[in-house]
């Protein structure tokens, strides 16, 4: 079976452009989040989609924003690029069981570096 | 979100077991323990998750402590590709996973 697929690999922007990333969770899951892990530290949750709603927000500016598609794929959009924007973003896909059981798949992410 | 606390390293000999600790004395209790792992240029990697009781896969065995203010993630033979940092995580009603810093696990030949 096919895991969480992401696309690009890598990419190469500058400031204050804007950057669209893509998502293809696992099959049968309906809920994918989006995480940005800055090099050295852990991933950090940007947002949840179930069912094309958003279900989960981190704190991250209005500059950041996604939405999720019927075939539950996903874009994460970023507009006005900061070079504190650099970062690997990650997918994650789950089947969106009760909460606290909840297991995520990630992809292998989008590393983004902005010039 | 409760907070987990994890040592920034360990080392470990190949094909020698490896316990690997975290500290949650705020954990709730509904709060499951999941650890996540992940490898050089990959994203992260589910590895195990507990409740109560103690939990053995494929990958690993979780053990619990009976008042669930710490866990101990054990790999029973480490290998070179179990070199990774590995992510000790409460999640409870929320749905997202809060990442601390983990633990970077160094296996030596």
């Known amino acids: 079976d096919a895991g969480v697929t992401q696309s690009p690999t890598h990419l190469i922007k500058t400031r204050g452009q804007h950057v669209t990333l893509r998502c293809s969770p696992i099959?049968?899951?309906?809920?994918v989040s989006w995480y940005q892990q800055v090099l050295g530290q852990g991933p950090q949750f940007i947002f949840q989609?179930?069912?094309?709603?958003?279900?989960g927000r981190g704190n991250f500016p209005d500059r950041f924003s996604a939405r999720q598609f019927p075939n539950y794929s996903s874009e994460l959009n970023v507009n006005a690029l900061l070079l504190g924007d650099s970062a690997l973003y990650l997918c994650?896909?789950?089947?969106?069981?009760?909460?606290?059981?909840?297991?995520?798949?990630f992809g292998p992410g989008t590393r983004l570096l902005v010039l | 979100d409760a907070k987990t606390t994890q040592p920034n390293s360990m080392e470990s000999n190949e094909e020698e077991p490896v316990h690997l600790p975290c500290n949650h004395s705020?954990?709730?209790?509904?709060?499951?323990i999941h650890w996540y792992r992940q490898l050089p240029s990959q994203g992260p990697e589910y590895v195990i998750h507990?409740?109560?009781s103690n939990v053995n896969n494929r990958m690993a065995s979780l053990a619990i402590a009976e008042d669930r203010k710490s866990s101990t993630l054990i790999l029973h033979r480490a290998t070179l590709r179990d070199a990774a940092v590995y992510y000790c995580?409460?999640?409870?009603?929320?749905?997202?996973?809060?990442f601390g810093s983990g633990t970077q696990l160094t296996v030596l030949p």
């Open positions: 507990g409740l109560t």
């Open positions: 995580i409460l999640a409870g009603s929320a749905r997202q996973l809060t």
């Open positions: 099959s049968g899951h309906k809920s």
């Open positions: 994650a896909s789950s089947l969106a069981r009760q909460g606290g059981q909840e297991t995520q798949y």
């Open positions: 989609y179930y069912e094309k709603e958003e279900r």
């Open positions: 705020t954990i709730s209790g509904t709060d499951y």
